[in-house]
């Protein structure tokens, strides 16, 4: 196989999510509306000590941000509960570049990219309802107890009243390496600096179908929007190859650093192009053994292929 076929499992997942949620030719398979925006990342130095990473360490980073509504049809109104985005580009100071891809539920529902094909197909539209099967759903969770968590969040998921005001986890583990060449699993979450809001499901249902990039840009004339880079420390034991296991709440926390939005990108059809791969990492920053992480980045390239393509 050369370096340019993508892997089977991962071209047989990107058919299954077709096969679900629809094709719409040029679009992303997942996350296909978007917006784009500039942004810069100030590093608070707590985390200088446990990682060699450029943009953790003092200087200011600057940084474009994605802001996305998870369903493959981009024409879905942002008042209905589903996913969000919030995928951030950093610009280091070599020249290299490394992505932070983050979603609004903690754990994932699939402990591996098998696991993930066998929910997609509970997932498909039964015929004459047009809706998944809600026993096979439940015969997926019985089958793998570990998904249980991740499926409760996502059907709870809340509408929020603005892209500012959700919480964004990147749910796998990465490892950090600091200057001695200690390694420490880490998980990261972005917090809102204005804090929580929500839509209850009545008012999020007569919003405007695109609110969530009119409010953004709204609230941008008026300055900055900030989100707070939190950074949970694994300790020994803590499972760093499964996304459907949170780690004990107990686990300390540092800030890493805080990130300035400021408008809107002058070029949106270059950056909405773009892949945000979490497996983009930089010196300092490594991957976990989870093979959801590793498999997202062969899904990303099929994807990729197929929308360049017009397909």
């Not at 990107?14 to 949620?21: G, Q, T």
């Not at 096979?136 to 249980?148: D, G, L, M, T």
């Not at 707070?228 to 300390?252: C, M, N």
């Not at 989870?290 to 980045?297: E, G, I, K, M």
Request: hydrophobic content about 40%.
């Amino acid at each position: 196989m050369s370096d340019h076929t993508p892997a089977p499992l991962a071209v047989t997942a990107v058919d299954a999510i077709e096969h679900v949620s629809g094709t719409y030719p040029g679009q992303r398979r997942v996350h296909a509306r978007g917006l784009c925006f500039d942004a810069t990342f100030t590093p608070s130095g707590e985390a200088a000590s446990l990682t060699t990473a450029a943009h953790l360490k003092s200087a200011r980073t600057p940084v474009v941000v994605r802001f996305s509504n998870s369903n493959t049809n981009p024409t879905v109104p942002d008042g209905v509960r589903a996913g969000r985005g919030l995928a951030a580009r950093f610009f280091l100071p070599d020249g290299s570049t490394t992505d932070l891809v983050s979603v609004n539920i903690p754990v994932f529902f699939a402990a591996t990219p098998e696991q993930f094909l066998e929910l997609l197909d509970a997932l498909k539209k039964a015929p004459g309802t047009g809706a998944p099967d809600p026993e096979k759903v439940k015969a997926y969770a019985a089958a793998h107890p570990s998904a249980a968590a991740g499926l409760q969040e996502a059907a709870r998921m809340p509408i929020p009243a603005s892209y500012s005001t959700a919480r964004y986890w990147a749910i796998h583990a990465f490892i950090w390496v600091n200057p001695d060449g200690r390694r420490r699993p880490v998980r990261y979450r972005w917090e809102p600096e204005t804090g929580l809001r929500e839509l209850p499901e009545q008012e999020a249902a007569v919003q405007n179908p695109e609110y969530l990039t009119e409010e953004l840009l709204h609230r941008l004339a008026d300055g900055p929007v900030g989100f707070t880079l939190r950074v949970q420390l694994g300790e020994d034991g803590d499972p760093t190859d499964d996304p459907t296991k949170a780690w004990p709440a107990d686990r300390p926390e540092i800030v890493a650093g805080h990130l300035r939005i400021t408008a809107p990108v002058a070029d949106q059809d270059h950056w909405a192009a773009q892949v945000y791969d979490p497996t983009r990492i930089t010196p300092g920053i490594e991957p976990s053994d989870d093979p959801v992480l590793a498999f997202r980045s062969q899904a990303y390239a099929v994807s990729y292929g197929r929308r360049t393509e017009g397909n």
